[in-house]
T-cell receptor
């Protein structure tokens, strides 16, 4: 089944404790992206990747890192999480670019205490 | 950059009625538009898209209308069902930045 998977689905952590949210897609998509969703602010893009080793900032990249060493994986790294990074995070992928349908993962709900 | 707005945060309809969800965008150069549906606890799901060389596109029970003159698009859902209850987003790619800008979403509530 074609899908985007994220792990963990739920995470509670404390300020400053590094964490990684994994994202994997099995559709051989080149384009992958991370979003955060907050009440009243909608979905905002954090980082995106056009292909392996090609990443770029989205609207709200501060406090986040990403890497794209393999085509299927696009982890989101929070080196030193802060409470303002408490949010619902979505990974998405598409075949090549934004001209294609984006498929979203199920989401990761993060609480930073 | 691109800004995208939805006209109503909540829309309540009776089961069986038609629903219309509206969206406005700011960049007249935008040439691709997407509607997503997000059910509670799930990620956004693609519904339908339309390119700027069209003004109407139909799917299964859904129709998207694009009015480039006033930079407005709408999603019409025919014979709305309880399973249509969700938040609906329009999204517009920002071509220069390879970003997807989402509207704030309209919550569709279907009353039995």
């Amino acid at each position: 089944e074609a899908q985007v998977t994220q792990n963990p689905r739920y995470l509670i952590t404390v300020t400053g404790k590094k964490l990684t949210v994994t994202c994997s897609q099995n559709m051989n998509h080149e384009y992958m992206s991370w979003y955060r969703q907050d009440p009243g602010l909608g979905l905002r893009q954090i980082y995106y990747s056009m292909n392996v080793e090609v990443t770029d900032k989205g609207d709200v990249p501060e406090g986040y890192k990403v890497s794209r060493k393999e085509k299927r994986n696009f982890p989101l790294i929070l080196e030193s999480p802060s409470p303002n990074q408490t949010s619902l995070y979505f990974c998405a992928s598409s075949l090549q670019s934004l001209g294609e349908t984006q498929y979203f993962g199920p989401g990761t709900r993060l609480l930073v205490l | 950059g691109e800004s995208v707005g939805l006209h109503l945060p909540t829309l309540s309809v009776q089961e069986g009625d038609n629903s219309i969800i509206n969206c406005a965008y700011s960049n007249s150069a935008s040439d691709y538009f997407i509607w997503y549906k997000q059910e509670s606890g799930k990620g956004p799901q693609f519904i339908i898209d339309i390119r700027s060389n069209m003004d109407k596109r139909q799917g299964q029970r859904v129709t998207v209308l694009l009015n480039k003159t006033v930079k407005h698009l709408s999603l019409q859902i025919a014979a709305t069902q309880p399973g249509d209850s969700a938040v609906y987003f329009c999204a517009v790619p920002e071509m220069g930045r390879r970003a997807l800008t989402f509207g704030s979403g309209t919550r569709l509530q279907v009353q039995p």
